[in-house]
């Protein structure tokens, strides 16, 4: 039987990654497309050596219409797309916020166009808690009002959602799912792909594993008078292996079309709600290493608290987070011992 092609822009990266593995464990052939700007291209071996399967991959950027263009007509057998590719540092896109507008949105209404253009009709969007800012209420759920955005980060992703649901309207052909990620955090159970930032991490975990094998010096915790049990922010950490498999399951339902709705989206969280302290603590029990932290100034832009409900990703989907955030830190922490022993210097 001939294999479903999946596109996955951004398939080098942390998220997609992951994705590509399970898509690939689930018989689908996948074709990634990366620019390699905040990836390396190493990762397409790494994913070859866990699923045993070598994903098809082509360099280049979605702002580029051309290329785009192009490369659906060469892959005319391209039945969805999961589109990952954009940046995601909260920070740099309040200091550089035109980069972040060009970047994701251009390359999203290239890739759009060009499936217009080929038929392509099943699309998955890699989308956000952002979206949501601070919410009034918690567990947020999928009718949580989307608040103003708390960076040009926030806003793409608000505004990329808009824009896919216009396309959905506009053409009935044309289906979509925005999957919208709580915190993803740990790596595969291989340690061959996990998170892997350029220069000083921004986020959490990153920073923590980072610190634990001496690369940083110390964790700065941002801020602990919030309102909140422990005074430290509180955020719903999923495995991105369990994140991963919600792509799959999205596809899934994609292709197969049983009468749902032109746009949908789902939280994709666990639905429990983890301090950063409580982050540290099980970091350290779960790596048996002591953490040198202190308690530090707030971010600014951070959100109190956030977590899911993910009540309608469970039953609509049939989708639930597995993994528990003890087993998230250990991957992830493997990972960072396997790749600074293992792999970082081999060409
Ligand atoms: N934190 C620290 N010290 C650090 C880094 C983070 O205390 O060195 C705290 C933050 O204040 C926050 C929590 O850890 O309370 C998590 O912070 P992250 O930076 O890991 O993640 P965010 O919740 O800020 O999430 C942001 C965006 C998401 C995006 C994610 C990954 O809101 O949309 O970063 O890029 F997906």
Redesign the pocket.
């Known amino acids: 039987m001939q294999k479903n092609k999946v596109l996955v822009t951004g398939g080098t990266g942390y998220i997609g990654s992951h994705t590509v593995v399970e898509l690939q464990n689930n018989g689908f052939e996948v074709v990634i497309v990366d620019n390699l700007s905040n990836s390396d291209i190493k990762v397409v071996d790494r994913i070859q050596k866990i699923s045993g399967k070598r994903p098809a991959f082509e360099n280049f950027d979605l702002c580029d219409a051309k290329k785009t263009k192009d490369f659906f007509k060469k892959h005319s057998d391209i039945k969805a797309v999961v589109h990952f590719a954009a940046y995601?540092a909260?920070g740099e896109s309040v200091l550089n916020p035109l980069k972040y507008y060009h970047n994701n949105l251009v390359a999203l209404i290239n890739l759009l166009h060009a499936m217009g253009e080929n038929n392509v009709s099943n699309f998955v969007f890699s989308s956000?808690?952002?979206v949501y800012g601070q919410p009034d209420e918690l567990p947020v759920t999928e009718s949580s009002p989307i608040k103003e955005a708390n960076s040009p980060y926030g806003y793409t992703k608000q505004v990329s959602e808009k824009i896919i649901r216009d396309t959905t309207s506009a053409n009935n052909f044309f289906k979509a799912i925005a999957l919208r990620?709580f915190?993803p955090i740990g790596a595969h159970e291989s340690a061959l792909i996990g998170e892997l930032p350029l220069g000083v991490p921004?986020?959490?975990v990153p920073?923590i594993t980072q610190t634990a094998i001496g690369l940083r010096e110390q964790?700065?915790?941002?801020g602990n008078d919030y309102n909140t049990p422990d005074g430290t922010?509180i955020?719903d950490y999923i495995h991105v292996v369990d994140l991963a498999k919600s792509h799959v399951i999205a596809i899934k339902r994609l292709l197969q079309n049983n009468n749902i709705k032109d746009f949908e989206f789902f939280n994709i969280g666990t639905g429990k709600g983890n301090s950063?302290l409580e982050v540290i603590n099980a970091f350290e029990k779960v790596s048996e290493q002591k953490l040198n932290y202190k308690i530090t100034n707030k971010?600014e832009g951070?959100v109190e608290k956030i977590y899911a409900d993910t009540k309608y990703a469970n039953s609509e989907l049939g989708w639930k987070a597995e993994k528990t955030i003890d087993d998230a830190l250990l991957s992830a922490w493997n990972w960072e011992m396997y790749y600074r022993n293992n792999l970082e210097n081999k060409k």
């Open positions: 995601k909260v956000s808690c952002t990620y915190n921004n986020n959490l920073f964790l700065s915790v941002f922010c955020r950063v971010r951070d």
